[in-house]
């Protein structure tokens, strides 16, 4: 099946500094990837959508200022947390369909830690 | 909007028991419906799926039909095992345009020996 994959799965950072977080598919092109947060024992909420070559859809509330996305290829996406604060420490994990994949289904990538100190 | 309902757990069974996790759902059209798992530490794994009314999804001994006249998706497993625990999440796809997941809240599922 195909494979998703999340760089760094885990990550601890001062509050101010920015971290950068990859998502790349693995074996498929990926038009459209997409970012969740997840916190504790709760479910995923859509951060943003990021379309390759294009500017990425933020959800409302969702701070496109704080949350960089930048989707250069049909296999990479990148989110940047910027000024990172112990409020953004979450489970941040990306998702791909790729062209021609029907039924809307999500590849999902194994998931981000960002601890926040 | 759309929207996913799921019953909340946690769901606590001993091993062998029969598991249903409820799965409601609102939206447009005709989405298409999922079933994801989530272990420990993980991220998530498609169970398995159904794209339209009355299809049956059906993995590693799970199954969930599609039913569109009480937009239900509920999930069944005729006999649990430990290594079924985890947390399991419903959601669907909207029909048409950008094709991000709507998740339900999840719902835990303990199986003891």
């Known amino acids: 099946g195909a494979v998703v994959s999340q760089h760094p799965s885990r990550v601890i950072c001062k509050s101010g500094t920015s971290v950068k977080i990859e998502c790349r598919s693995l074996?498929?092109?990926?038009?459209?990837m997409f970012w969740y947060r997840q916190f504790p024992k709760q479910s995923l909420m859509l951060m943003a959508t990021?379309?390759?070559?294009?500017?990425?859809?933020?959800e409302q509330g969702v701070e496109k200022d704080k949350f960089l996305i930048n989707h250069a290829s049909l296999t990479l996406s990148t989110l940047t947390v910027t000024s990172a604060h112990p409020e953004d420490s979450s489970f941040y994990i990306c998702s791909a369909g790729g062209q021609g994949r029907g039924g809307g289904e999500q590849y999902f990538g194994p998931g981000t830690r960002l601890t926040v100190t | 909007g759309d929207s996913v309902t799921q019953m909340e757990g946690p769901v606590t069974l001993s091993e062998e028991a029969f598991l249903t996790i409820n799965c409601t759902y609102t939206a447009t059209g005709y989405p298409s419906l999922f079933w994801y798992v989530q272990y420990p530490g993980e991220g998530l794994q498609l169970l398995l799926k159904?794209?339209?009314?009355?299809d049956k999804g059906s993995n590693k001994g799970f199954e969930a039909t599609y039913r569109k006249e009480t937009t239900s998706f509920h999930l069944e497993k005729g006999s649990v095992q430990v290594s079924d625990s985890a947390v399991y999440f419903c959601a669907l796809s909207p029909e048409a345009g950008r094709r991000a997941l709507t998740f339900g809240s999840g719902t835990r599922l303990q199986v003891q020996p």
């Open positions: 159904a794209t339209k009314a009355d």
């Open positions: 074996d498929f092109q990926a038009t459209t």
């Open positions: 990021s379309n390759e070559g294009s500017k990425a859809t933020y």
